[in-house]
């Protein structure tokens, strides 16, 4: 399972985000990521442009919902060139400007709300809309299991598996203990991220310094 490192804390991308991807950067992570919102679109050229250079996988997390803001998201994602957009929740729209282009897609299913973003939905309805995700053309999903309102957290996970079959599936939100990742790899997940817990030392309580957080997420990633 892959872990996806964000540069983020609620739900905004940090201000300091080019020296936090530094900091990061002796770890060889292979993963990392940011929101559409938080900093200016001048840094997150070169955010991107760094991510590259050390060889990560680039993901654009869109926190806006609805059509107008899941075209706004992809038309960034083909500008900063990202190589996959999570997030949002039209995912026609999404795909009407990424098609053809290469970059992956992998909306939110349930009824997301808010910000920052909390979930709604059961799990059948998880599962009707990531088969329907998939049949549009979508590489996979984008589910915030943990900030789930009306369903248990892995119900929703299980329920998104079966839905996807093959199709990667990402869980983000809220994701602070070993424990949760060790039971998202249990039930199939592809990938997490984390990024609040991160920046507010919440991985390593007492341990100063982002490497410190950064490698207790790690080693939470390793087989039990």
């Known amino acids: 399972m892959d872990f ?4 983020t804390r609620e739900d ?4 300091d985000c080019l020296a936090a991807l530094e900091a990061a950067a002796p770890l060889g992570l292979r993963h990392v990521g940011f ?3 938080g900093v200016d679109p ?7 442009r760094r991510i590259r250079e050390l060889g990560a996988t680039s993901y654009l997390e869109v926190v806006s919902l609805g059509a107008e803001a899941a075209r706004a998201a992809a038309r960034a994602a083909l500008e900063l060139g990202v190589d996959t957009l999570l997030g949002g929740t039209d995912a026609e729209a999404a795909l009407e400007v990424l098609s053809g282009s ?4 992998l909306p939110f299913p349930g009824r997301p709300e808010g910000h920052p973003t909390r979930l709604g939905g059961t799990p059948e309805q998880v599962t009707r809309q990531c088969r329907e995700l998939v049949a549009r053309g979508c590489a996979g999903a984008d589910l915030l299991a943990y900030r789930a309102f009306e369903a248990e957290p892995l119900e929703l996970v299980r ?3 079966a839905g996807l079959g093959a199709a990667r599936l990402v869980v983000a939100g809220s ?3 070993a424990e949760q990742v060790q039971a998202l790899a249990a039930a199939g997940v592809d990938a997490f991220t984390v990024g609040s817990a991160i920046f507010e ?10 490497q410190a957080q950064l490698r207790a997420v790690l080693a939470a990633c390793r087989p039990q």
């Open 42 to 48: 001048g840094t997150q050229r070169r955010l991107v």
């Open 12 to 15: 905004r991308t940090v201000g």
């Open 175 to 177: 994701i602070e203990r």
């Open 4 to 7: 996806i490192f964000m540069l």
């Open 35 to 37: 929101k559409d919102v």
């Open 201 to 210: 030392g919440r991985w390593a309580p007492g341990e100063p310094g982002l």
């Open 102 to 105: 290469g970059v992956a897609y």
């Open 159 to 161: 329920a998104a598996r």
